[in-house]
């Protein structure tokens, strides 16, 4: 099967900084998304993306920016990190409207 | 509005103990529904899901779930539950929005397994 990968794992920043997640997947699949794992609030969507150079906000966008230049990778970018917005971020990819979604591990980020 | 309900944030078991999950909707329509298992330190993978037909579908590892429209649920079961289930189960729903699909998740059920 395919792999979606997501860099870094860990990522430690300033508050008020601007950061940037990586997730890269293999799989040609068209849609891919970021969500947002806060302890005990499940997921949240911040953006997802249909196909290269779309970009579509979820519930969660404010504070972020997404960038979706290939159909193989999708970067989200933390604008100015808040203490409040310490989280794991999980990349998925999928076929999009009701399919499965496939998740890479997840990007931990703590801010100082 | 639409949402998903995970009303046990954490179950606890012993080994060999049969399971249950409780995930309830809310749509006015019949939903995707899926259950996924998040291991430590890991993303999300998938257990089981549901579009349509025989309302008890059958996962990985011997979980099932069955879909109840009558009660809007989708309750997740295991006969005999092994060290290795301790987890965060996620029921996530796909509904039907403005003519786009929105997959919403529960918050999580985090399940202990004692051995």
């Known amino acids: 099967g395919g792999i979606i990968t997501q860099t870094p794992k860990f990522l430690i920043g300033q508050e008020g900084q601007k950061l940037t997640l990586k997730c890269q997947q293999n799989f040609n699949h068209d849609t891919m998304y970021w969500y947002r794992q806060d302890s005990g609030k499940g997921l949240r969507l911040i953006y997802y993306s249909i196909t290269e150079n779309d970009l579509q906000k979820g519930d969660l966008s404010e504070g972020y920016d997404a960038s979706r230049e290939k159909k193989s990778s999708f970067s989200l970018t933390v604008t100015s990190a808040q203490k409040n917005e310490m989280a794991v971020f999980l990349c998925?990819?999928?076929?999009?409207?009701?399919?499965?979604?496939?998740f890479g591990s997840g990007t931990r980020l703590t801010v100082l | 509005a639409q949402s998903v309900t995970q009303p046990d944030a954490r179950v606890t078991v012993s080994e060999g103990a049969s399971l249950q999950l409780r995930c309830k909707y809310s749509?006015?329509?019949?939903?995707?529904l899926f259950w996924y298992v998040q291991y430590q330190r890991q993303g999300l993978q998938l257990l089981l899901k549901y579009y349509s037909g025989d309302p008890v579908v059958q996962g990985v590892n011997g979980f099932e779930a069955e879909f109840s429209k009558s009660d809007s649920s989708f309750h997740l079961r295991k006969a005999s539950v092994h060290w290795s289930d301790s987890a965060v189960y996620f029921c996530?729903?796909?509904?039907?929005?403005?003519?786009?699909?929105?997959?919403?998740f529960g918050s999580g059920t985090q399940l202990t397994v004692m051995p």
């Open positions: 749509y006015s329509g019949t939903p995707y």
């Open positions: 998925a990819r999928g076929l999009g409207g009701a399919e499965t979604l496939y």
């Open positions: 996530a729903a796909s509904m039907e929005s403005s003519g786009s699909w929105q997959l919403i």
